[in-house]
């Protein structure tokens, strides 16, 4: 058993964005409302939402891209804002969405592994500690270090991309998004590897998501959010298992499912979508607990 | 002849320094009125290739070396160019792959259905309007956006513009190439319902490709899955979802992140 103090700890965190529109007048965006979570070492929370939930602007702040309105985020118990930059960035390394953009494409995949090696592990042998980095991902060596991103498929990317983050010895990832632009065939595998990294290397994962589906093959915990709040937490078998809040359902109902042809005529979804956006903008007054860590959101 | 999109041992090859690469071989397949067709497979199996070609809007260095494609009965292939620009859109219309991306940034709304409008049909400016509003309308965003730009919708709002543009000229055929691929669940949910229930109203065909099986077996009537260029199994959705025979199926089925267990009390539009 390790010790207790969570490797990321939110603390009543809060963002508001300023917007200054060239014409007209300045308004304020609540991009995060009084947000509490955490990440225990070597467990994955899967953070699920919409497209503007606030879901990536979690990740960008922990990642120190812009600061808190109010609120802390520790990591391992301290205030990362009183971290120093280049220890704390070297222990936090995000994955992208886009496997395609994340990656230069004028140089090889020797390169982009090389270079945070030599910098962050300079007293390995690089080739043998390129050669176990290559391992760690699942990419035959002699296949791909020395081709260049356009010449890997969009799951091989993004294992590079995984490479990278465990180059510089990161001890948490965040990862944004890091299978939506890859083909439903090798989302599965990218997950899995996500779970060996975390099993095999104690790895702490927050695992940035729209997919709900996805989120039982990887994570402990999940999150679900909607208008920069947090709707429910908790267990991920019991919050997709056993949804609670309206938005979690229906989240849930909307997954694709084969055997639910779509039918004409039947406005109810769009209705009920309509419905359940409106209740779970306003704000959340509290949480109330449904099960062993599962908690709701009471608006 | 049956069906209105009959493609018989299409060939699409890409020139290369080499040998061409065969990325479409030797694909027949048909689309009967009102008919949904999902064409299932991993990327670079070849299905967008056949989206293209089946309009005829391939580029070098692809090109169509061997097959058929007609349309209602008439030969697509051979078609001449001014003939070609009248069928396209007003017959057979495409929502193409990322198509929050494919309306133009620099132009309103109403600009894009203007133009469309204007290259099918002798229409004034008002008339157009009126028909944008409609189309719009039609697919639930009020028509007041028709003078926004598209980076101030959302993905959601984008993705319906770009179905009300090739809905408005009431085509037969509707290509959809991975329409839903960029957005999130319940959205995604949205707009094929909105599809499916404006396929009801209108009455089209659908030609739709999608990686994504569990999607593309709630909207289609028959399922297509290719592999390397090949149709390797083609039948009712509810034979492909149930008995999938060809062992490329099984393994797309089985790389399926599907949820295990049902849940209780889900909202489902039943």
């Given at each position: 058993?390790?010790?207790?103090?969570?490797?990321?700890?939110?603390?009543?965190l809060?963002?508001?964005?300023e917007?200054k529109?060239?014409f007209?007048?300045?308004?304020?965006?609540?991009?995060?409302?009084n947000?509490?979570?955490?990440?225990?070492?070597?467990?994955?929370?899967?953070?699920?939402?919409?497209?503007?939930?606030?879901k990536?602007?979690?990740g960008?702040?922990?990642?120190r891209?812009?600061?808190?309105?109010?609120?802390?985020?520790?990591f391992?118990?301290q205030?990362?804002?009183?971290?120093?930059?280049?220890i704390y960035?070297?222990?936090?390394q995000?994955?992208f969405q886009d496997?395609?953009?994340?990656?230069?494409?004028a140089?090889r995949?020797?390169h982009?592994?090389?270079?945070?090696?030599?910098?962050?592990?300079?007293?390995?042998?690089p080739?043998?500690?390129?050669?176990?980095?290559?391992?760690?991902?699942?990419?035959?060596?002699?296949r791909?270090?020395d081709?260049?991103?356009?010449?890997l498929?969009?799951?091989?990317r993004?294992?590079?991309?995984?490479?990278?983050a465990?180059?510089?010895?990161?001890?948490?990832?965040?990862?944004?998004?890091?299978?939506?632009?890859?083909d439903?065939s090798?989302?599965?595998?990218v997950?899995?590897l996500?779970?060996?990294?975390?099993?095999?290397?104690?790895?702490?994962?927050l695992?940035i998501?729209?997919?709900?589906a996805?989120?039982q093959y990887?994570?402990?915990?999940?999150a679900v959010?909607?208008?920069?709040?947090?709707v429910?937490?908790?267990?991920?078998g019991?919050?997709?298992?056993?949804?609670q809040?309206?938005?979690t359902?229906?989240?849930?109902?909307?997954?694709?499912?084969?055997?639910i042809?779509?039918r004409?005529g039947?406005?109810?979804?769009?209705r009920?979508?309509?419905?359940?956006?409106?209740?779970?903008?306003?704000?959340?007054?509290?949480?109330?607990?449904?099960g062993?860590?599962h908690?709701?959101?009471e608006? | 002849?049956?069906g209105?999109?009959?493609?018989k041992?299409l060939?699409v090859?890409?020139?290369?320094?080499?040998?061409?690469?065969?990325?479409?071989?030797?694909?027949?397949?048909?689309i009967?009125?009102?008919e949904?067709l999902?064409?299932?497979?991993?990327?670079?199996c070849?299905?967008?290739?056949?989206?293209?070609?089946?309009m005829?809007?391939?580029?070098?260095?692809a090109?169509?070396?061997?097959?058929?494609?007609?349309?209602?009965?008439?030969?697509?292939?051979?078609?001449?160019?001014?003939?070609?620009?009248?069928w396209?859109?007003?017959?057979?219309?495409?929502?193409?792959q990322s198509?929050m991306n494919?309306?133009n940034?620099?132009m309103?709304?109403?600009?894009q259905?203007?133009?469309?409008?204007s290259?099918?049909?002798n229409i004034?400016?008002?008339?157009?309007r009126?028909r944008?509003?409609?189309?719009?309308?039609m697919v639930?965003?009020a028509?007041?956006?028709?003078?926004?730009?598209p980076?101030?919708l959302?993905g959601?709002m984008r993705?319906r513009?770009?179905?009300?543009l090739a809905?408005?000229?009431?085509?037969?055929?509707?290509?959809?190439?991975?329409?839903?691929?960029?957005?999130d669940?319940?959205?995604?949910?949205?707009?094929?319902?909105?599809?499916?229930s404006l396929?009801?109203?209108l009455?089209?065909?659908?030609?739709?490709?999608t990686h994504?099986?569990a999607?593309m077996?709630?909207v289609s009537?028959?399922?297509?899955?290719?592999?390397?260029?090949?149709?390797v199994?083609?039948g009712?959705?509810?034979k492909?979802?149930?008995?999938p025979q060809?062992?490329?199926?099984?393994?797309?089925?089985?790389?399926?992140p599907i949820?295990?267990?049902?849940v209780?009390?889900a909202p489902?539009a039943?």
């Amino acid at each position: 058993m390790q010790d207790n103090i969570p490797i990321i700890a939110l603390e009543n965190l809060s963002k508001t964005f300023e917007i200054k529109p060239v014409f007209g007048a300045r308004r304020q965006v609540h991009a995060l409302r009084n947000i509490s979570l955490d990440i225990p070492a070597g467990r994955s929370l899967a953070l699920v939402g919409e497209s503007g939930s606030g879901k990536s602007t979690i990740g960008r702040m922990i990642l120190r891209h812009y600061p808190p309105s109010s609120g802390v985020i520790r990591f391992r118990g301290q205030d990362i804002t009183t971290i120093d930059r280049r220890i704390y960035g070297r222990s936090v390394q995000m994955v992208f969405q886009d496997p395609f953009a994340a990656l230069n494409p004028a140089h090889r995949v020797r390169h982009h592994l090389m270079r945070p090696l030599l910098l962050h592990q300079p007293d390995r042998d690089p080739d043998e500690a390129l050669r176990a980095l290559l391992r760690a991902v699942d990419l035959d060596h002699a296949r791909t270090v020395d081709k260049y991103p356009h010449e890997l498929s969009g799951g091989q990317r993004q294992r590079v991309n995984f490479a990278r983050a465990l180059a510089v010895n990161a001890r948490l990832i965040i990862a944004d998004e890091p299978t939506s632009m890859l083909d439903v065939s090798i989302r599965k595998s990218v997950l899995g590897l996500m779970r060996d990294l975390k099993k095999e290397m104690g790895l702490s994962i927050l695992y940035i998501t729209h997919d709900i589906a996805t989120a039982q093959y990887l994570a402990e915990d999940t999150a679900v959010m909607f208008g920069g709040q947090i709707v429910e937490r908790g267990p991920t078998g019991d919050v997709v298992g056993n949804p609670q809040h309206p938005y979690t359902r229906l989240l849930r109902a909307a997954i694709p499912d084969p055997a639910i042809r779509l039918r004409p005529g039947t406005d109810s979804f769009a209705r009920q979508v309509e419905e359940v956006r409106r209740l779970a903008t306003t704000a959340v007054i509290g949480m109330s607990v449904v099960g062993s860590g599962h908690l709701v959101a009471e608006h | 002849m049956t069906g209105l999109l009959s493609v018989k041992d299409l060939r699409v090859e890409y020139l290369t320094d080499t040998t061409p690469f065969v990325a479409v071989r030797d694909v027949s397949f048909d689309i009967a009125d009102n008919e949904v067709l999902g064409l299932a497979g991993e990327s670079g199996c070849g299905k967008s290739t056949i989206a293209f070609a089946a309009m005829r809007l391939q580029k070098p260095p692809a090109f169509i070396s061997r097959g058929t494609i007609h349309f209602d009965g008439q030969d697509v292939l051979s078609m001449p160019v001014r003939d070609l620009r009248r069928w396209r859109w007003s017959e057979c219309a495409m929502v193409f792959q990322s198509a929050m991306n494919s309306l133009n940034p620099v132009m309103t709304i109403f600009a894009q259905f203007h133009d469309m409008l204007s290259a099918h049909q002798n229409i004034s400016r008002s008339a157009a309007r009126a028909r944008a509003a409609d189309m719009l309308e039609m697919v639930g965003i009020a028509p007041d956006r028709l003078d926004s730009f598209p980076h101030q919708l959302s993905g959601g709002m984008r993705q319906r513009v770009v179905l009300a543009l090739a809905l408005t000229l009431r085509p037969r055929l509707l290509i959809m190439d991975e329409p839903t691929t960029a957005l999130d669940v319940v959205v995604q949910r949205e707009i094929l319902q909105e599809l499916v229930s404006l396929k009801e109203k209108l009455g089209f065909s659908v030609l739709f490709i999608t990686h994504d099986l569990a999607l593309m077996a709630q909207v289609s009537d028959r399922i297509a899955v290719m592999l390397r260029g090949e149709i390797v199994e083609i039948g009712t959705t509810e034979k492909v979802v149930t008995s999938p025979q060809h062992p490329y199926t099984r393994d797309l089925w089985a790389a399926m992140p599907i949820l295990d267990a049902p849940v209780h009390e889900a909202p489902h539009a039943g």
